[in-house]
């Protein structure tokens, strides 16, 4: 047999597994060493395979294609430095929890560590960041190795998905010829056609009655808790912490990315304001809990993890899928392992009596701050937390919110009020970085559904690349983009008090860029609003147009201190004689 057709069964084999083990799209980054991967992956006829030629780009684009469709994305680059281009997205990934699978292709092992061209060490390059590594074998077409690369194949995937997911990685020696030939017959196996190689029965976790009696134990000496949410994908579980909130009379402080501010689940005991009202020292001093239940990730308000650091004697119940340990307070918690939304359904079954009064008190501080954060500014000046109402007003039904760090996800978590539209709202918080957002939007618009990205102009810029795959491939998306002319977010931090001569440059970093031509080189719509009402009509308008939309709202940053700090301090006003009367 030639080496070509040993090295074509060989590829072909991995490739169909994938796909027969739950793997559909590939994002590909050209090269020449890849070529084995590459042509194969085009080749496969229930592969969709996207090109993206930023290999940061690229494996941010599938991470958001991961994240949109809760299942794993491939990502295929050549040997070198294109691999290492992949480390941002691969942290975020880890940190996550999003299922990626890696596949790098390398030179062949006798042209490593001698000199040859575009060869690095790319053995276990990404370290603890990926679930699990493999260096595959050098391609051969015997039965066993066959059954070989599929198993492998096999297990990427699912070392990918289950248990906490996260990325993997596999690499790939390759010799050359470089170039499969299609034409064999039987070209993608027939052995396991009808199912993945390795089958995997995975059940859900549930806690035993004698488990779930000592946690109720526990609860029964308390009488003021909240329930917590913070990120996290899965839209199903709002429906058990709601009947969990019903059941016990409790609040539920709900985080912008907890899918739980938006749908159509009761938001009787949603507390989404709860940013806003803690943000007062005098009023977190007031609404001390006695224990928290939290799911999900720690939720992105600075105002509750303080919360949690002034009162660490404040009994904690994590709950969690798999092992982690999400507790950045340092504080003592009680962590507990199972499926969250059966474990809802298994509280629910106890009786419990909690203080009602501590709940309706929540509630009424959630009324007061909502109002005074949704108070009409039609008649003020364009404001960047203002962009997020009116983003809530417009988003049609059934899509996806994705949003920038820094600044605009803080906005998401003050200005998002509930809503009974069903929006996913998606975000990159593993490691909570500004790099790679717009790639992760285009990646998650990709797969049909619309996306409105809101992002700074510090964020947008940082990831240009990513507008050539939205004109190549005509994803329709929207960008509220909001140039505040540099980092606003500083502007809020104690070093921005100083106003040092050095504070501009290395805090605020101004661009001074006009944002139109890059727009208009990658054939987008853009958009300049002066008022609300030009603003409202550009986003309600951009939902009709194909492909890329970018509605720029500029805002200074001084002003949007200024502007924040006022909301706040009427807040703290109103808050304070609530809870005094």
Known sequence: MEYTEKLTRYVANFVDELFRSGLSNVVISPGSRSTPLALTFAEHPDITH???MDERSAAFFALGMAKQSKQPVALICTSGTAAANYYPAIVEAHYDRVPLVVLTADRPHELRDVGAPQAIEQIKMYGDYVKWFHEMALPEATDFMLKYVRGKASRAVHNAV???PGPVHLNFPFR????PVFTL????????QNRAFHSNYIGKRSLENVQLDEIISALRNYKRGLIVCG?????????????LAEAYDLPILADPLSQLRAGKHSKANIIECYDSILKSKQVRELLEPEFIIRFGAMPISKPFLLLLKENEHVKQIIIDDEEGHREPTGSSAQFVYADPSKLCEQLVEYKMNFDLDWKEMWIGLNKSTSKLLS???SDQEL???????YISEAIPNDTTLYVGNSMPVRDLDTFFLVNTKQITV??????????????????AAALGKRVTLLIGDLSFFHDFNALLIAKQYHINLTVVLVNNNGGGIFSFLPQAKEQSEHFEVLFGTPLNIDFKPIITMYNGAYHVPNNWDEFSKALTESYDHAGLTVIEVQTNRQENVHWHQAKWSNIEKILLEQLKG
Not at 185 to 192: A, E, S
Not at 231 to 243: E, F, H, M, S, T
Not at 383 to 389: A, L, M
Not at 429 to 440: Q, V
């Open 426 to 443: 998606l975000g990159n918080r593993g490691a909570n970085g500004i790099d790679g957002i717009t790639s992760s939007a285009l990646g």
């Open 383 to 389: 404001s960047e937390g203002g962009t997020v109402r």
């Open 162 to 164: 289950h248990g906490n």
């Open 375 to 377: 108070k009409d500014e």
């Open 231 to 243: 990120p996290q994908n899965d839209a199903g579980l709002a429906k058990g912490i709601v009947a």
């Open 176 to 179: 050359e010829p470089l170039v």
């Open 185 to 192: 017959d039987n070209l993608w196996g027939d052995v396991y």
């Open 50 to 52: 996207w090109v993206n």
